[in-house]
Nanobody
Framework: VQLQASGGGLVQARDSLRLSCAAS????????MGWFRQAPGKEREFVAA????????TYADSVKGRFTVSRDNAKNTLYLQMNSLKPEDTAVYYC?????????????????WGQGTLVTVSS
């Protein structure tokens, strides 16, 4: 599966933004999808993940209650709705796909990655 992330931009603190990740190929519904982010000078970190059918969803503690991950398998698209954004959410956001059944937070388990979209939150 090939992935293309979009929707990033410059926003102010407490604003909202929705990221999208378009997937090519017919295998989208067969893979777990995740969002990761990497801030300048920091390691890539897990943000959220959603299972194939959308029944299992997990979030990093830092975004829980503010971000919502969803997917539309008919449209081969993954979403990340980000509300109440904070300056510390500033990062390049990546979508990724994995053929796994557990350990959703482990970036090493993901074999396909999008190119990343930059989110900048000003204070």
């Amino acid at each position: 599966v090939q992935l293309q992330a979009s929707g990033g931009g410059l926003v102010q603190a407490r604003d909202s933004l929705r990221l999208s990740c378009a997937a090519s190929g017919r295998t989208f519904s067969y893979v777990v999808m995740g969002w990761f982010r990497q801030a300048p000078g920091k390691e890539r970190e897990f943000v959220a993940a959603i299972s194939r059918g959308g029944l299992i969803i997990t979030y990093a503690d830092s975004v829980k209650g503010r971000f919502t991950v969803s997917r539309d398998n008919a449209k081969n698209t993954l979403y990340l709705q980000m509300n109440s954004l904070k300056p510390e959410d500033t990062a390049v956001y990546y979508c990724a796909a994995a053929n796994i059944y557990s350990d959703y937070e482990n970036s090493k388990k993901y074999g396909a990655w999008g190119q990343g979209t930059l989110v900048t939150v000003s204070s």
